[in-house]
Nanobody, 115 residues
Framework: QVQLVESGGGLAQPGGSLRLSCAAS????????MAWYRQAPGKQRELVAH???????NYAESVKGRFTISRDNAKNTVYLQMNSLKPEDTAVYYC?????????WGQGTQVTVSS
């Protein structure tokens, strides 16, 4: 059973930064394409960024140039560095594999961007 535990969210001011972490247990992430998703109130969950096993990254247009996804396979952890935050980045952020059949979702971590 794979467990994904997200952390690092919180309250940030517009223009601020946060670093999210996702620790995986029960399976090694090195063999998977890992991704960060987010879900804002009243909206569907959307893909924010993903990183391949070889370290190639891809981002949603809305976060390109502001967010950076990375992975540490030795620590079985995926990160999302978020800079130049905007109020529209407010959402619950989740990590999972990039797949049509993802693992069970973790509890996510709340990111709120507000002055």
């Amino acid at each position: 059973q794979v467990q994904l535990v997200e952390s690092g969210g919180g309250l940030a001011q517009p223009g601020g930064s946060l670093r999210l972490s996702c620790a995986a247990s029960g399976s090694i992430i090195s063999i998977y394409i890992m991704a960060w998703y987010r879900q804002a109130p009243g909206k569907q969950r959307e893909l924010v960024a993903h990183i391949t096993t070889g370290g190639i990254t891809n981002y949603a247009e809305s976060v390109k140039g502001r967010f950076t996804i990375s992975r540490d396979n030795a620590k079985n952890t995926v990160y999302l560095q978020m800079n130049s935050l905007k109020p529209e980045d407010t959402a619950v952020y989740y990590c999972n594999v990039l797949s049509s059949t993802p693992y069970d979702w973790g509890q996510g971590t709340q990111v709120t961007v507000s002055s």
